[in-house]
């Protein structure tokens, strides 16, 4: 009997789906992106050349360049590592949260699976988006970990 949690028709039927398969090489870019950016383009993200400033797409800058002369293209690319690490933070951070209330409620049943349950509700009745903005009023100046709070 095998010891891995994945058993070999579920992997199968993974790689036989479109939809997986194209989701899985999307995915894998944006970590490709992420982890080689510097090798990917040629550019600093943060330089700032005025001669070049608002340029159009061209050979040397795939998007054009922003009103401070800085390479869009660059710029999106390193920008593919704060969003990896955002969404792979916040996730983690929701399987956790989700894992310790499930098994909480799991174990004690009754009351404490009760009450689990109703703040759970509040949290699913609440539009997530809504709830975003309101918690980024709050704070004065939106920042990545702010931005990670919220999510």
Known sequence: MS??????????ALFRSR??????????????CAAFAPLITGHDPYGIDLEKKELPPSGE?????????????????YGTRISLKVGILAMSISILIGTVLGALSGFFGGPVDSIIMRITD??????????????????????????????
């Open 3 to 12: 010891t891995s949690p994945y058993r070999p028709s579920t992997m199968k």
């Open 19 to 32: 939809n997986a398969s194209i989701g899985l090489v999307i995915v894998g870019i944006f970590v490709f």
């Open 61 to 77: 800058n795939l998007f054009g360049t922003d009103n401070l002369g800085r390479d869009i293209y660059t710029r999106v690319v």
């Open 122 to 151: 509040v949290f699913m009745a609440l539009p997530a988006a809504i709830l975003a903005l309101a918690v980024m009023a709050v704070f004065e100046n939106p920042s990545v970990n702010k931005i990670f709070m919220v999510l």
